[in-house]
């Protein structure tokens, strides 16, 4: 599956972020601890620069803890970048991350003029929550979908710290198409986007390898089904998603294996590691070489064809 949501409002927010950069002191990004590298968008880190970072990975109570500090290490190998893992609530972080900020920017701390923070990250990862915590009321916009917040919002916290909050963007082109399996998996896209049963095969794939005690337990297997197919119509046949003549609906089953899965409730799973991810990218690099070794053959047959005319 190739990922192209990217809403007009996102390509113009990106523009808005480039143009206000100067300005700023330290990127607060907030990553799904989910997928830390599949929710990091390559627009925040290119613009970025050598801009102190703090890499929030939010929904880390939803995330495996060990793998969750796997990615916390990876991160701060990084020059001026910290991490901090966050929980859904978020409300017992603030003050951390407010001295973290304090701590990447110690020429500001202490004197008459305020830390400029920008908050970025992917929709629905969690910033509004985060700042309506840091701020102690609401202030920002939630929801729990994506694409909530349209525009920039400028907020004195009063207490040194000034921060921008960014509407959630993706970028244009996912390179790596597990990684657009992923975002969908947790909710990062609409669900009018993509199918869930597509999503769910995906998911279903990955866990029955990484996490079948966690299946096991939530669906009640005496045995582990060696296919998502099978795993799904099990599934669906126990919570009465069937059709006409007995058959499962597949997207229906998959619809709430998918919200079990983004809740929580089948335990906390991650759906990434570093190691993965290198694997990975090396197979991004080799599909693009192969990408455009094909393109140039096309483009070559066509002008001999031509030529032949």
Excluded at 135 to 157: C, D, F, H, M, V
Excluded at 203 to 221: F, G, I, N
Excluded at 248 to 276: C, H, K, Q, Y
Excluded at 278 to 288: G, H
Aim: positive net charge; hydrophobic residues 40%.
């Amino acid at each position: 599956m190739s990922l192209h949501w990217y809403p007009g409002h996102m390509h113009k927010a990106s523009k808005e972020m480039a143009e206000v950069l100067p300005q700023v002191d330290v990127i607060i990004e907030l990553l799904d601890a989910r997928l830390p590298y599949s929710s990091s968008n390559p627009f925040i880190e290119k613009l970025r620069a050598r801009k102190p970072s703090i890499k929030l990975l939010s929904k880390s109570d939803l995330a495996d803890p060990t793998i969750t500090q796997l990615w916390r290490d990876h991160f701060e190998q990084q020059d001026n970048t910290k991490t901090l893992a966050v929980s859904t609530e978020q409300l017992d972080r603030s003050q951390q991350i407010i001295s973290l900020c304090q701590k990447l920017v110690p020429h500001k701390t202490g004197n008459e003029k305020s830390i400029v923070a920008m908050i970025t990250g992917i929709p629905n990862v969690g910033k509004s929550t985060l700042i309506n915590s840091m701020a102690g009321k609401s202030i920002a916009k939630t929801g729990n979908e994506p694409a909530i917040t349209k525009g920039q919002q400028r907020i004195n916290l009063k207490n040194g710290i000034i921060l921008l909050d960014t509407p959630g963007i993706l970028w244009p082109k996912v390179e790596n198409e597990k990684s657009s399996y992923r975002l969908a998996a947790t909710g990062a896209i609409k669900d009018t986007v993509v199918s869930y049963a597509d999503v769910a095969f995906f998911a279903v794939d990955y866990l029955l390898k990484e996490y079948p005690d966690l299946l096991k337990a939530r669906y009640e297997l005496d045995q582990m089904p060696q296919t998502e197919l099978e795993f799904l119509e099990f599934v669906g046949a126990r919570r009465g998603c069937l059709r006409a003549g007995g058959q499962v609906d597949l997207e229906r089953v998959s619809t709430i294996f998918m919200n079990e899965l983004r809740s929580g409730m089948i335990g906390a799973i991650t759906l990434e590691t570093p190691a993965m991810i290198a694997l990975e990218k090396e197979q991004v690099i080799i599909q693009q070489a192969e990408n455009e070794a094909r393109k140039k053959a096309i483009a070559e047959a066509r002008k001999k064809k031509r030529k032949s005319r």
